[in-house]
Nanobody
Framework: QVQLVESGGGLVQAGDSLRLSCAAS????????MGWFRQAPGKEREFVAA????????YYADSVKGRFTISRDNNKNLVFLQMNSLKPEDTAVYYC?????????????????WGQGTQVTVSS
């Protein structure tokens, strides 16, 4: 089992940057593909980015491609989401998730474990 705790959210202005972190418990962190999702009020949870077990492969939603970067440190059981050029439409609760599938999933039901989320608010 994996427990995930996100941090790094906050209130920023449009154009600013934020880096989210997700700390994972357990000795099996490197066996999971990791992903970031977000959910805005009144909207469904949507995929943001995913990274493979080794970190060699990444996958992004079109809405964040070129602005967000996902990375991981398997020695420290951490996964990051660097968010640049933030827009008001990026405002949401951001969730870290772990998947045991053999590919990089972009749908929530293919993730096994979830964090509690961290709020990101981008003002215009």
């Amino acid at each position: 089992q994996v427990q995930l705790v996100e941090s790094g959210g906050g209130l920023v202005q449009a154009g600013d940057s934020l880096r989210l972190s997700c700390a994972a418990s357990g000795r099996t962190f490197s066996t999971y593909n990791m992903g970031w999702f977000r959910q805005a009020p009144g909207k469904e949870r949507e995929f943001v980015a995913a990274i493979s077990r080794s970190g060699a492969r990444t996958y992004y939603a079109d809405s964040v491609k070129g602005r967000f970067t996902i990375s991981r440190d398997n020695n420290k059981n951490l996964v990051f989401l660097q968010m640049n050029s933030l827009k008001p439409e990026d405002t949401a609760v951001y969730y870290c998730a772990a998947s045991s599938t053999g590919w990089l999933p972009n749908v929530a039901y293919e993730y096994d474990y979830w964090g509690q989320g961290t709020q990101v608010t981008v003002s215009s």
